[in-house]
C-alpha cells in the first residue's frame, strides 16, 4: 500500500473543511439557524459593544468596504451585519509572497438581549469602522403595573 504524503497545511484545510461539513448536517438535522459558509470562504470582523448615553453602540471593523457593500438588519434581539470584501490584486502583480488581508463574504451576528428601538437605529461607516447606534428601550420587565379590581354587576 502506498502513502501518499500532503503538505501539513493541505492536511489541516481538509480536517477543517471535513468538521464544518460534519457541524452543518448536525445543525439541519437539529433544525437550528447557522450561517452557510465555511470558515475557509469567509472572513469575521472583529466587534465591541458598549453603552453609553440610553444606547447600545456597536463598532465593527471592516476596512476597505463601501457602505453599499454592508447589509445591517436588526430581528429578534440579534442584530446581523454582513457584507463582500472583493480580492485586490495589484496590477502586474505575478504572485504573492504574503497574503494576510482577508477577503470575500462575511456575516457577523450579536445577540442583543437589551430592549432596542431599532426603528431609530443608526449606522455610520468612517475610517473604516462601522458604528452602529441602538437607542434603549425602557424595559418593562420587573416593572409592578396595578390592575384594578371591579365589582361585577350582578
Given at each position: 500500500m502506498?502513502?501518499?504524503r500532503?503538505s501539513?497545511?493541505e492536511g489541516?484545510h ?9 457541524l452543518?448536517?448536525l445543525f ?5 439557524p447557522h ?6 470562504e469567509s472572513?469575521?470582523?472583529c466587534v465591541?459593544v458598549?453603552e453609553a448615553?440610553?444606547a447600545?453602540?456597536?463598532v465593527?471593523e471592516v476596512?476597505?468596504l463601501?457602505?453599499e457593500?454592508i ?6 434581539g ?7 470584501r472583493?480580492?485586490?490584486?495589484p496590477?502586474g502583480a ?5 497574503m494576510?488581508?482577508?477577503h470575500?463574504?462575511f ?9 432596542v428601538?431599532?426603528?431609530r437605529?443608526?449606522?455610520?461607516l468612517?475610517g ?5 447606534l ?6 418593562r420587565?420587573?416593572?409592578e403595573?396595578?390592575i384594578?379590581v371591579?365589582?361585577?354587576k350582578t
Amino acid at each position: 500500500m502506498a502513502l501518499t504524503r500532503r503538505s501539513t497545511s493541505e492536511g489541516l484545510h481538509e480536517e477543517l473543511k471535513h468538521a464544518w461539513q460534519e457541524l452543518e448536517r448536525l445543525f439541519a438535522r437539529l433544525g437550528l439557524p447557522h450561517e452557510s459558509a465555511s470558515p475557509a470562504e469567509s472572513w469575521t470582523p472583529c466587534v465591541d459593544v458598549f453603552e453609553a448615553d440610553g444606547a447600545l453602540t456597536v463598532v465593527m471593523e471592516v476596512p476597505g468596504l463601501a457602505p453599499e457593500s454592508i447589509q445591517v438588519s436588526w430581528s429578534s434581539g440579534r442584530l446581523t451585519v454582513s457584507g463582500d470584501r472583493r480580492e485586490r490584486r495589484p496590477s502586474g502583480a505575478v504572485a504573492f509572497l504574503c497574503m494576510e488581508r482577508p477577503h470575500g463574504r462575511f456575516t457577523r451576528m450579536v445577540s442583543l438581549d437589551v430592549p432596542v428601538d431599532a426603528r431609530r437605529a443608526q449606522a455610520r461607516l468612517a475610517g473604516g469602522l462601522l458604528t452602529i447606534l441602538l437607542p434603549r428601550l425602557d424595559d418593562r420587565r420587573g416593572r409592578e403595573t396595578v390592575i384594578p379590581v371591579e365589582r361585577q354587576k350582578t
